[in-house]
């Protein structure tokens, strides 16, 4: 047994749960989505890329783009961001190597109540909810992944992350490389790939293509156009001012007209979880469920990307019964459970991507919670997974002050399968200058 204090007030200090710099990525404060020194900021795209806003919604264009046409004939991605630096470390427990527990005496899990045990790993308790899609073999996590070399910055990491391009000066995002790819199928439009959360666009999805970043299916609107507005006159003086312009912005707004449009079965469809799913009230919830709308309209979307924050934790991470590890990991694994649930045949073609920016420290801190690290897990659902194991080569634990859980795996090498298995798209295009390396997880 592991020693543990009787509740969360046992922690030997107050400081704070997150660190200031992930405070300050919202004004908020700590924040499931997008940081704060883009927010309200218009001009988000990179290379020649303009933004035009309508209701809560955001469309990041290139000029000279036409208008979306859906193509609903495409595999789909969703990349789900666990923000603030997930400790992997708790998620997929390294129950078989002794330093795991001598260097967390107050919040290592006990090895006996783990889940999918093998000789080395086991899964959080708190992942029961989609431990059957474990069984079934849509589930798997590859751990010791991480970025080329160390980075404890949560802005300089999650950068690095998205852009997938080492060394390069473009503001690019590697899911914006994919989309540019002819052998992607979708909607020619800023529908092709669509950010739910805060209307932010991700540096993931920054680039060239046009995207769409939403708050919900209701936002994707023209904001103005109510009840008062009964002859569409907001919408005909927007199409005679734009139309036939030649100005830079003009495409952007062309392409928001058309999304609006060709976004309207998901805004006006079904919104009631199918199958009998049940998602959380959490933000998460939420987003998972706008996105498996997004899927089910067949609009054309081959990429969504969705943000769970919170995972900052530097005191009170805690163990099963206090802290907040548990209540996260339980929020996460309930919704991915009632997402794929949800999603019910359209999920065969639905492969979900979870990662973070870094991982967190070996040797647990004077306040039950763990410091910024290297190493990390990710984790890989739905459709191609050869789910039901773990992946990668363990380096092992060392137990002093700075240790970090090493990586063994380049992130991109995780991503790169997933690109290559499910898209057909060239690895060497969307991660430039990265030579893979064969990991068997799809």
């Not at 080492?166 to 899911?175: F, I, K, V």
Request: glycine letters at 12%; charged letters at 15%; aromatic letters at 8%.
């Amino acid at each position: 047994m592991t020693a543990t204090p009787a509740s969360p007030s046992a922690s030997p200090s107050s400081s704070p749960d997150c660190c200031a710099e992930f405070a300050r990525l919202s004004p908020r404060g700590p924040s499931p989505t997008r940081r704060g020194l883009l927010r309200g900021g218009l001009g988000v795209g990179a290379l020649a890329a303009f933004s035009a806003t309508f209701g809560d919604a955001v469309v990041s264009a290139a000029p000279a783009l036409g208008s979306s046409a859906a193509a609903p004939n495409g595999n789909v991605l969703v990349v789900l961001s666990l923000r603030g630096a997930a400790d992997g470390l708790s998620l997929v427990v390294p129950h078989a190597d002794p330093v795991y527990y001598q260097a967390r005496p107050g919040i290592a899990i006990a090895a006996s109540t783990l889940l999918a045990k093998d000789g080395m790993f086991g899964l959080h308790p708190e992942f029961a909810p989609l431990l059957p899609l474990w069984t079934a073999g849509k589930v798997a996590a590859v751990h010791a992944t991480g970025l080329p070399a160390p980075n404890r910055s949560h802005f300089s990491a999650m950068e690095e992350v998205e852009d997938a391009a080492p060394g390069s000066a473009a503001r690019e995002g590697w899911l914006n490389r994919l989309l540019g790819r002819d052998e992607v199928v979708g909607s020619d439009g800023p529908l092709h790939g669509v950010a739910v959360g805060d209307g932010v666009v991700p540096t993931s999805l920054y680039g060239a293509e046009p995207v769409l970043a939403m708050r919900d299916p209701g936002s994707v609107q023209l904001a103005g156009a109510d009840q008062w507005d009964t002859f569409g006159g907001r919408r005909t003086s927007i199409q005679t001012l734009w139309g036939g312009s030649s100005a830079p912005l003009a495409p952007s707004v062309r392409d928001a007209l058309a999304a609006i449009d060709d976004f309207a079965p998901v805004r006006t469809g079904a919104s009631a979880p199918a199958n009998g799913a049940v998602y959380t009230s959490s933000s998460l919830g939420k987003a998972l469920s706008y996105a498996t709308r997004i899927v089910r309209g067949q609009i054309g979307t081959s990429v969504i990307t969705v943000d769970q924050g919170e995972w900052d934790m530097h005191s009170d991470l805690g163990t099963l019964s206090w802290g907040a590890m548990r209540g996260n990991v339980k929020d996460l694994a309930t919704n991915l459970a009632a997402f794929f649930k949800d999603l019910g045949t359209l999920g065969d073609k639905v492969t979900l991507v979870a990662l973070s920016e870094f991982g967190r420290r070996v040797r647990e801190n004077a306040n039950y919670g763990l410091d910024h690290g290297y190493g990390n897990v990710m984790f890989l659902a739905g459709a191609g997974v050869k789910g039901g194991r773990y992946y990668g080569s363990w380096p092992g634990l060392t137990n002093t002050a700075d240790a970090d859980l090493l990586v063994t795996t380049d992130y991109r090498s995780v991503l790169a399968e997933v690109v290559s298995k499910r898209f057909g798209a060239s690895t060497a295009e969307v991660f430039p200058g990265f030579s893979p390396t064969r990991i068997g997880v799809l």
